[in-house]
């Protein structure tokens, strides 16, 4: 007895309906990316290993599928290498290659290859699958889409407020109302471990802060202290999680904080600004709202870092994120290439959108129209009709087989086609089609010409 098939865990098929919903969110990016002017590019769905890793960290780099080398790949590992058993050591001989684990260090990567073809500043976005060996559950997958939009070779925050002026667009487009667009700053981060003596910790100190909101003030301070924070410097931050209120007086409260230290309040003055342009500007639907928290992408984010959250009430973590890097191209050799750049969770905002309802009915209606087949005569004057019909636009497709009626309109009715066509014997000799509505019954005697007007 064959084997059922099955996919590997942390993937899924799509169903045509799936297909229609996500092609959907696709679409609406895309199409807000190019209204910003922003160009697209792909890149290859595996890089040289030297290309990805070290690139994210050890949990990045245990995330990473690496592909095996073709043919007898332990065939060139040396015997002493291969009786260590250390799967670390012998990965290096026998897989030079890997999957991407993301679309910023490709285009990074991208960026230096081509810079002598690209006019600077470079605005690219790329919407292509990314895969990460990490643990299934809700809203994370080992294969997803990556919505990305990047701007290098530009220091103007203009750049940012454009950002959050995108992911507003974008979730408008959507109907997705009620999303809140989160934004910190590296530097105000950095100001504060520099202000509690900590600079040397400012990865476990972020890490511990960005725990708040789940596990609250005293376990944060319990984490920090076990990370050799001293307590001192605790207690200098016992303000910042009493910060509330609106962006003005969370700003008002952090300069306070941050009055001895330089990279602290520049960056309150680029998180000002920002403020001040959108405040000005005015958004449609979302909210701009600062969260000193936040610290995603630590490793490589050098000033303003974005997360944006569902609407209240949707259990899902962050739909979209991103943030301003000064030197990400430089680990491939070229300095000074600031860049700054946002990405869309498509595979969780399609979640939200149907948790929420918000898809639009007509998207998953592939066909409008559907011609009952009575005969091979009848056939061959269906199509003919048919082909007029596409030529105008108008989706039509002909039941392949002669069956009963009632099976062809069951067919309809399952595939939500809204319109059916009888073409019979009749209707031949009349030199008329019989145009029925599937949602409502009716039915009526058309020419083509009529048809045609009908279904368009």
């Given amino acids: 007895m064959a084997q059922k098939p099955s996919i590997p865990k942390g993937t899924r098929d799509f169903n045509p309906v799936e297909v229609a919903k996500?092609?959907?969110?696709?679409?609406?990016?895309?199409?807000?990316?190019?209204?910003?002017?922003?160009?697209?590019?792909?890149?290859?769905?595996?890089?040289?290993?030297?290309?990805?890793?070290?690139?994210?960290?050890?949990?990045?780099?245990?995330?990473?599928?690496?592909?095996?080398?073709?043919?007898d790949y332990l065939s060139k590992v040396d015997n002493s290498l291969y009786d260590t058993k250390d799967s670390n050591k012998i990965t290096s001989s026998i897989s030079e290659k890997a999957l991407r684990y993301d679309l910023t260090v490709p285009f990074a990567r991208y960026v230096v290859q081509h810079q002598n073809e690209i006019d600077f500043p470079f605005k690219r976005y790329q919407i292509q699958p990314v895969w990460r060996a990490d643990r299934p559950q809700k809203g994370r997958f080992r294969e997803?889409?990556?919505?990305?939009?990047?701007?290098?070779?530009?220091n103007s925050?203009?750049?940012?407020?454009?950002f959050v002026q995108l992911y507003d667009a974008v979730f408008t487009a959507l109907s997705l109302d009620g999303v809140t667009i989160k934004i910190n700053n590296r530097k105000i981060l950095s100001g504060i471990a520099e202000v509690i003596g900590a600079q040397d910790k400012l990865?476990?100190?972020?890490?511990?802060?960005?725990?708040?909101d789940k596990i609250g003030e005293e376990k944060v301070k319990e984490e920090m202290l076990s990370k050799g924070i001293p307590q001192i410097g605790i207690e200098k931050l016992q303000p910042l999680f009493r910060l509330t209120g609106n962006f003005g007086t969370q700003i008002t409260e952090l300069k306070s904080?941050?009055?001895?230290?330089?990279?602290?309040?520049?960056?309150?003055?680029?998180?000002?600004?920002?403020?001040?342009?959108?405040?000005t500007l005015q958004?449609?639907?979302?909210?701009?709202?600062?969260?000193v928290t936040l610290a995603r992408g630590l490793n490589y984010y050098t000033g303003a870092i974005f997360e944006v959250a569902a609407p209240e009430g949707v259990n899902m973590g962050s739909i979209g994120g991103?943030?301003?890097?000064?030197?990400?191209?430089?680990?491939?050799?070229?300095?000074?290439?600031?860049?700054?750049?946002?990405?869309?969770?498509?595979?969780?905002?399609?979640?939200?959108?149907?948790?929420?309802?918000?898809?639009?009915?007509?998207?998953?209606?592939?066909?409008?129209?559907?011609?009952?087949?009575?005969?091979?005569?009848?056939?061959?004057?269906?199509?003919?009709?048919?082909?007029?019909?596409?030529?105008?636009?108008?989706?039509?497709?002909?039941?392949?087989?002669?069956?009963?009626?009632?099976k062809q309109f069951n067919y309809a009715n399952k595939r939500n086609i809204p319109y059916v066509v009888l073409l019979g014997e009749s209707e031949m000799n009349a030199g008329t089609y019989t145009l029925k509505n599937m949602a409502t019954g009716n039915q009526e005697q058309l020419s083509l010409a009529e048809l045609l007007n009908a279904l368009k």
Avoid: H
């Avoid at 925050?157 to 454009?162: F, K, N, T």
């Avoid at 958004?283 to 969260?291: E, V, Y």
């Avoid at 959108?353 to 061959?380: C, H, R, S």
């Fill in 203 to 212: 990865i476990d100190f972020t890490v511990a802060l960005d725990k708040l």
């Fill in 144 to 154: 997803f889409y990556q919505c990305d939009a990047d701007v290098v070779g530009s």
């Fill in 157 to 162: 925050l203009w750049q940012e407020v454009e």
């Fill in 22 to 71: 996500r092609n959907y969110i696709f679409d609406t990016i895309k199409t807000q990316f190019e209204t910003f002017g922003f160009q697209p590019i792909e890149t290859p769905s595996f890089e040289n290993s030297s290309t990805l890793m070290g690139k994210y960290g050890d949990e990045g780099d245990r995330l990473i599928f690496k592909i095996l080398n073709s043919g």
């Fill in 257 to 279: 904080i941050l009055n001895s230290s330089e990279n602290g309040k520049k960056g309150i003055e680029e998180l000002e600004f920002i403020n001040t342009a959108i405040s």
């Fill in 283 to 291: 958004l449609k639907t979302a909210t701009l709202q600062l969260d």
């Fill in 322 to 406: 991103g943030g301003r890097y000064d030197d990400l191209t430089g680990i491939f050799g070229l300095n000074d290439m600031s860049g700054v750049g946002i990405s869309f969770g498509l595979d969780r905002i399609a979640l939200v959108l149907e948790d929420l309802q918000l898809f639009p009915e007509t998207i998953t209606n592939t066909v409008k129209v559907l011609f009952i087949n009575f005969g091979e005569a009848e056939a061959m004057a269906s199509m003919k009709a048919i082909a007029q019909l596409r030529d105008e636009g108008v989706s039509a497709e002909l039941f392949p087989d002669n069956k009963k009626a009632i």
